[in-house]
């Protein structure tokens, strides 16, 4: 499967290192043929970066409303209709940031995987356990627990992606095992092709946590590792052309 790397930039960048580094990337996506590539900017650079004549890279959201509708009196939320119409196609939804930080539960995930349907937005769906949850064994549990909460009967490989962060190991230079990877990503495809068929086998599932230039070949060779979900190293150029070029190399 053709592997998809996004890059989630969380609340970092201002306009003009934000439109350098998209130029920049978007540049080195066009030149490799087997990867596809997402950037995910803040909110509030979104219109600019969408307004690029970016030819290689895809847009995203880092979030959608969880509002019943797409526009009205909803004040701070962005709508699905919204986010299309600065030249996104991709949100995520769903980090685990969101959901502790913001207290997002699967119930309002739910929504905003609905409502990025509804206006034609792929969704990169995020799921994670905690350290404490992995220790005591409840991590494949958990993380397909969030999978059928958050998806819906609508969902396909062609507008769903799953990314699997363990949130112990954002940010924080930890991974886990490769064969631990390995095991999640297994279980997360059969939890999708238990949900919606056969097409469960082509959805993405990416990783997610502590991806560098310098593990992500080996990340990316894991079976049913379909891409990557990258945050701090997707900040600097080179650092996210490695995990590119990581991907065009599997
Ligand atoms: P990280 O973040 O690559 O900085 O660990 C990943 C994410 O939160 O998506």
Known sequence: MRPLIAGNWKM?????????????????AQSVSNVDVVLCPPMSLLGLV?????????????DIAAAPADHGAYTGDV????????????????HSERRAMHHETDEVVA??????????LKV??????????????????????????????????????IA?????????GK??????????????RAKLVALIGQDGNNVRILYGGSVKASNAGDILALANVNGALVGGASLKADDFKGIIQAGEKV
Do not use: F
């Not at 970092?12 to 080195?28: E, F, P, S, T, V």
């Open 12 to 28: 970092n960048m201002q306009k003009d290192a934000g439109i350098a580094l998209a130029r920049d990337i978007d540049a080195y």
């Open 164 to 172: 699997y962060e363990p949130i112990w190991a954002i940010g924080t």
């Open 79 to 94: 709508s699905g209709a919204m986010i299309r119409d600065l030249g996104a196609t991709y949100t995520i939804v769903g």
């Open 111 to 120: 929504k905003k995987v609905t409502n990025a349907y509804a206006a034609d």
């Open 124 to 161: 990169i769906l995020c799921v994670g356990e905690t350290l404490t949850q992995r220790e005591s064994g409840s991590a494949e549990a958990i993380v397909t627990a969030q999978i059928a909460a958050d998806l819906s009967a609508d969902s396909t490989s062609n507008n769903t992606v």
């Open 50 to 62: 969408g307004a690029l004549p970016t030819t290689a890279a895809c847009i995203g959201a880092q």
């Open 175 to 188: 991974i886990p095992s490769m064969d631990e990877i390995a095991q999640m990503h297994a279980a997360i």
